[in-house]
């Protein structure tokens, strides 16, 4: 079946730096995508990798492996506004969106 | 985990007819289900929420009438592009929330491509 995990919860301090991993299974593969989703609002893209390797932007970066199934966003200089959930969504072949359950980071002073 | 369906996968229809969309819960009751578009790369969009046996809420600048959401029960809920254009080409996408906060998960279908020749 498809399959995406992704951690549950993290936690971090105000100005550290945190990596929310993704790790996917489907069948065929055509790209990998975050989004942040505040409370109460629509998720917002962040970030689309198909190619493997890192992709920064700003503070934010996205690094994928294909062969390993897996992804990362990673989140610099954290900020309290950066509380929220992040969500890793896999396209398969057939172009469907394949879900993680997304992950609550908190965010501490 | 909670798995939410989107039927059909894909559609492409000529201009002028009407589409309808399903969004099922499969295996948990969902409150409140909400309609995204999503154009490629870009922020998903939210069209609507809907809670069970009331009228959907649109957000601004999305036509009622165009976009008609019916939330007959905890588990389902349509979407029906009225009189559907090119420019409705996109892709649907719902979520399902169970609770009714706004803090409560949602989950995400795996959305629906909508080509309108």
């Known amino acids: 079946g498809q399959n995406i995990d992704q951690p549950t919860e993290m936690t971090a301090t105000e100005g550290a730096i945190v990596q929310i991993n993704c790790t996917y299974q489907t069948s065929g593969f055509n790209g990998l995508f975050w989004y942040q989703q505040h409370a109460g609002e629509a998720p917002t893209f962040l970030s689309y990798?198909?190619l493997d390797g890192l992709e920064e932007k700003g503070r934010f970066s996205s690094f994928l492996s294909r062969s390993k199934g897996y992804s990362y966003l990673l989140l610099k200089e954290l900020q309290m506004k950066d509380s929220a959930s992040y969500l890793c969504?896999?396209?398969?072949?057939?172009?469907?969106?394949?879900w993680g359950a997304g992950t609550k980071l908190i965010i501490k002073p | 985990g909670a798995v939410v369906s989107q039927h059909p996968s894909w559609v492409i229809c000529k201009s002028g007819t009407s589409v309808k969309i399903e969004c099922r819960s499969l295996?948990?009751?969902?409150?409140?289900m909400f309609w995204y578009r999503q154009f490629p790369k870009q922020s998903l969009m939210l069209m609507a929420t809907?809670?069970?046996?009331?009228?959907?809420?649109?957000e601004q600048g999305v036509e009622k009438d165009k976009f008609l959401i019916n939330h007959a029960s905890l588990t389902l809920s349509t979407l029906t592009v009225t009189s559907a254009h090119p420019e409705d080409s996109s892709f649907y996408i719902c979520s399902a929330r169970p609770g009714q906060g706004d803090s409560d998960t949602q989950y995400f279908g795996p959305g629906t491509r909508l080509t309108v020749l």
């Open positions: 990798n198909v």
């Open positions: 969504a896999a396209l398969d072949s057939n172009y469907q969106l394949i």
């Open positions: 295996d948990f009751q969902a409150t409140t």
């Open positions: 809907s809670n069970e046996g009331s009228k959907a809420t649109y």
